[in-house]
């Protein structure tokens, strides 16, 4: 039985009780929202990881993208940018590798992740369909299914699927509304598809052969959004909202018949349409856990794009958004470095971080107020030890040390606004 | 006459011709605004830079704080500070230097700086008072007074001034219900003042003689928030709450005596305080252009507290900030260097566009339109071009170039799903 089976019998399992202790609300609820397809628990059943909770009650979770593409291949790489994923707070990591040997490179990020991995399987299909016929666009349905197939039993926790890329939208695309028509690559590859065959994305039309092997698996579905918005004219358009509809039916069966679900989202969007998208999934897809990238709320930001997904990403997630995907400094300029990956982590991590403290989550409060006590009493070893990145801290404190007070730092120096208040209002 | 005279006998000067036609806003409505106090232009009437217009129907600004503490002086190091703000898009510079020849110091700032120059004199107050009487606290209401006028006749274009740290806020401070009761370096300074020598905060008290000085030399008064929280829990308390309604108070007197002001703002708040603090200060404050530092939504992002400060920033700008107080990465670690002036900068203005995307300002939406048909045409360099940090994007780019297909990156390479939607849908 998958664990939406079971939770819907009330079983509740230890993997339930593991998460709901740690995440501080009880199994019960858990279970309960896992039934109705309000949370997931992102685990094959071939893994032995630390299992990963998302959605209603739990903390907002983070995603990091690695991975190869054609124009750089490198093994090792991806797998520094794994462990430098991890050791920020990457509570989840998605091979999106397009370059290289494929299948070698999942199972290393496989075998070395101690975290949930994703993938999007799609584009495995359309580089074995450029080897094998020359073109994207004469892979076969089956090509597509055993492809997926082979990344659940590889062990992989989640993939993103764009079943909502249907043959209507893409036609009703052609009107030329968008200033970009798709920024997903595997919607684009569909699309692509579907143009070329004239016959329906077989992701949608055989969603049956999904749902058969991710039950096989427990393996969750990340229902992509292969119409999200590329840039902000495109924002919140009816493309997007078609598709959201599509995929949240589509939710609703997987969910019926026993397999997770998450809800993938925008993208590009200005602050002011965050709270309506926020508001719109969870109310067409009932409340299912929301997984967006970014959103980046400028265009403009090509070298600090995390810095515009951690403005988008931290409201998304106090409006209600699950797991953020993170974006890193090297988007839409080129294939990230391991420091891009940090920067992009880190980024996420305070996003996400700042939703929990405005959603109210304990555990996100405790450590605030911490710091803050910290800070009150000049405590800079535990400062350091509850920043995001302690060595970092530790060595720009290093560069310029105060030079008379070891209390204070040389921002203010012996104008340390705290010791002087405290002297005035506490002696 | 000041601004404000003109602006209420219905004088409109080519100054504020010049502000509206940037902003596109008409002479009138800016003139209007001025004359009630909802909009400023920083501008000492000995300089002859480019007015800097903050408040009601205008652009977000931002504000880059620069200078020395007595832990690291160097002026050359500052001047180069300036130039990096000025060139990343500061539309204004705070000296804020507290260690050095501070004379010396502001005047090379002024001299140099083609935006708006702010001080906070009580720092070079407290500085010769530990000089000349070995204690801040023996500081005197003219030597306060004095330095102001100073400050004035450098050509300094606003200033701020904690008039709202009042006797009584400050005795109301020692019950101890704050974890930081002040965090603001001007602020303790007078606190400290104020209860050694059981008086009145001078600022608060001889409020005249700040007007006095202000109207010769058409200085801004920024009327400091010495009580911003310092972190989380101390959010949105009631001291911050008690100064703004002095300050508000302070504010309706200058502006009916024809002087400009500005409203500063937190500080440390979560994510959910934001709306209703820029609220609370519009409705106090009477529209009164809103400084806001960050807002930081978490104490514990130390070392990307630029981060922390844009997700706050850019939200604050949407509900209404005018202003915004950049923090780098440096902020509760050290003084800042130049790359953190730099990371800064950048963060903020990202966030102060956002913001103006948001509220739907015009030439915001051009630029990110302009961004979006680049990245559809595949035009790297007019991509480059309109990005915040050219340099870093080209330089980024050429680290991990495509290498089959110069009009793709590397991150997506033959995978581009710009140009296989394109091609899908258009041909």
């Known amino acids: 039985m998958t664990r939406i089976e079971l939770a819907k019998r009330g079983i509740i399992t230890d993997e339930v009780k593991e998460v709901a202790t740690e995440e501080g609300l009880t199994p019960e609820d858990l279970s309960k929202n896992i039934a109705e397809g309000k949370a997931v628990i992102t685990r094959n059943i071939l893994r032995n990881i630390k299992p990963l909770g998302i959605g209603k009650g739990l903390r907002t979770k983070i995603n990091a993208n690695i991975g190869t593409s054609k124009d750089k291949t490198d093994i090792e790489e991806e797998l520094e940018k794994l462990d430098i994923a991890v ?67 590889d062990g992989v926790d989640f993939i993103t699927v764009h079943c909502g890329v249907t043959m209507k939208i893409v036609e009703m695309l052609k009107s030329g509304e968008r200033v970009l028509p798709i920024v997903s690559r595997g919607g684009s590859i569909l699309a692509d598809w579907i143009c070329h065959n004239g016959k329906e994305n077989p992701l949608y039309e055989h969603f049956d052969r999904l749902i058969e092997i991710a039950k096989k698996y ?15 004219k495109d924002a919140t358009d009816k493309f997007q909202l078609l598709e959201l509809i599509t995929i949240g039916k589509l939710k609703d069966i997987a969910v019926s018949e026993g397999v997770q679900c998450l809800i993938e989202g925008p993208g590009h969007l200005p602050i002011n349409h965050i709270e309506t998208n926020i508001k719109l999934q969870k109310s067409i897809c009932k409340e299912a856990p929301f997984y967006v990238l970014g959103p980046l709320v400028t265009d403009c930001a090509m070298g600090y794009d995390h810095i515009a997904a951690a403005i988008g990403g931290a409201w998304a997630g106090y409006f209600g958004a699950d797991f953020l995907c993170y ?9 990230p470095d391991k420091n891009d990956v940090k920067e992009g982590v880190i980024a996420s991590k305070i996003a996400a971080h700042a939703a929990d403290i405005a959603k109210g989550y304990y555990k996100a409060w405790e450590r605030d107020n911490r710091m803050a006590q910290a800070r009150r009493n000049f405590e800079w070893q535990e400062q350091i030890t509850l920043s995001f990145d302690p060595e970092k801290v530790l060595s720009m404190r290093a560069e310029r040390p105060p030079v008379e007070d070891e209390r204070v730092c040389s921002m203010c120096g012996e104008f340390c606004a705290i010791k002087i208040s405290r002297k005035a209002v506490e002696e």
């Open 218 to 232: 427990d393996l969750t579905l990340s229902l992509g959004d292969g119409l999200r918005p590329g840039c902000l």
């Open 327 to 335: 974006v890193t400094p090297s988007e839409h300029i080129r294939l």
């Open 87 to 153: 050791r920020y707070g990457a509570d989840a990591v998605m091979d999106l590798s397009t370059g290289g040997p494929l299948k070698q490179m999942r199972q290393a990020i496989i075998k070395h992740s101690p975290v949930s991995v994703g993938t999007v399987p799609i584009y495995e299909v359309a580089v074995r369909a450029i080897e094998k016929y020359g073109s994207i666009v004469k892979m076969t349905v089956d090509d597509i299914f055993n492809v997926i197939e082979e990344h659940a039993q």
